[in-house]
């Protein structure tokens, strides 16, 4: 049963991050996003990528990504309560992370600089 649901994990997490390479960012950005990202503020990069680390908390997470993911899919099975989160940069760039009761057990990025 646990295997079972292991692999449900799993899979939906390769499907969102499928889905967040072909989706790519937001069309409704905002100015002030657009601003940002011309200065370089707000956009997720690689040094804060390979900082990151199993067992570590969302909060710890938000603190070195210098801003909240949007989450993405959140399920409770057999008493553990998984969260999948995506950060997105303007142009396509993004990470998702999973995390298990608040603990990251896995993390995956696509074109971040």
């Not at 692999?7 to 069309?27: A, D, K, M, Q, W």
């Not at 601003?35 to 997470?61: C, F, N, P, W």
């Not at 990470?95 to 009761?101: E, G, I, L, R, V």
Request: proline share 4%; hydrophobic share 45%; no cysteine.
């Amino acid at each position: 049963m646990i295997k079972k649901a292991l692999l449900v994990i799993v899979g939906l997490f390769v499907l969102f991050i499928v889905i967040g390479i072909v989706t790519g960012p937001s069309p409704s950005s905002s100015t002030s996003s657009s601003v940002r990202a011309l200065l370089g503020e707000g956009q997720t990069t690689m040094a804060q990528y390979t900082k990151l680390r199993d067992g570590m908390s969302y909060a710890d997470a938000v603190t070195i990504l210098g801003r909240p993911g949007e989450e993405m899919s959140s399920n409770n099975i057999a008493g553990m309560r998984t969260v999948m989160y995506m950060w997105s940069n303007p142009g396509g760039a993004n990470m998702n992370a999973m995390f298990q009761n608040d603990a990251m057990v896995q993390k995956s990025q696509f074109g971040l600089k």
